[in-house]
């Protein structure tokens, strides 16, 4: 059995397209849109409303961590475009949500990530499409388990949850062989960006979970240059499948 698996794909539709080639089935643990590049600032949502030199300045306010003129300079630029804002967001969500899931094989298992709009999903589904939250689904012969979102953090991506509602769906997948999540286990060297310079958020349910049931392998993404892409915890393999819309090539998961 062969499974690839993606994550964090931020509008990378032409190699999505390929990313089940020789695969039994394609596994996505989301991030499919991109709002904004930290490598390349005329990508994403952002740069196209405000343009390259604005997104470079966002950038710097975030990569800072001074948030609050972060936010006081987002404001600004919304309010200055004709109309509700909000119209101009869901425009260009759904015209990357279109072409994403235009390019994703099938048959494909798919969760959130922390910066995706789950209520977009179901326009865009093709036949083939299976979206787990909390869920669990053999493929295979093995066990797979799925949970979807980021914890809550100063940067507010749109799919951010409290730590008890992330557990509860932990909770729900119980034991299973493959543990799937759009953010890793709490573990510092899983969790350091080295070219952000900054750690992003692990879950400690998904740690407990790991360390109580053993699953073969737990599988993730969020962190794009993680310090360490791999660690092992008891017998399971815990593993950074890889910035996709960087990398352009899956992980590869054979039994």
């Known amino acids: 059995m062969r499974v690839h698996v993606v994550s964090d794909v931020h509008g990378k539709a032409d190699a999505l397209a390929r990313a089940g080639e020789g695969a ?34 966002f950038i710097a306010l975030r990569t800072a961590k001074r948030f609050d003129e ?5 404001a600004e630029l919304w309010a200055s475009l004709d109309g509700d804002p909000r119209d101009h967001i869901e425009r260009s969500v759904r015209r990357q949500y279109r072409e994403i899931f235009a390019a994703m094989p099938t048959p494909a298992y798919l969760t959130h990530g922390n910066v995706d709009l789950p209520r977009y999903w179901p326009e865009y589904l093709r036949e083939g499409h299976h979206v787990l939250d909390g869920q669990t689904v053999e493929i295979g012969g ?41 953010i890793p286990p709490a573990v510092p060297e899983l969790l350091y960006d080295v070219v952000a310079r900054r750690f992003e958020r692990g879950s400690e349910a998904t740690l407990e979970a790991i ?45």
């Open 211 to 255: 360390k109580r049931t053993q699953p073969r392998y737990a599988l993730f993404g969020h962190v794009h240059q993680p310090l360490t892409a791999r660690t092992r915890i008891g017998r399971t393999e815990c593993l950074n499948v890889g910035h996709f819309r960087g990398r352009g090539v899956p992980f590869v998961l054979e039994w």
């Open 142 to 182: 093995l066990r797979f388990g799925f949970v979807g979102g980021g914890l809550r953090t100063p940067y507010r991506t749109p799919n951010e949850i409290d730590d008890e509602e992330f557990a509860r769906k932990v909770e729900a997948v119980g034991e299973v062989d493959v543990l799937c999540c759009h």
């Open 24 to 57: 039994d089935a394609l596994v996505c643990l989301g991030d499919l849109i991109l709002f904004i590049d930290y490598d390349d600032h005329s990508q994403g949502i952002f740069p196209e409303l405000f343009g390259r030199e604005k997104a470079t300045r």
């Open 70 to 74: 972060a936010r006081a300079m987002s």
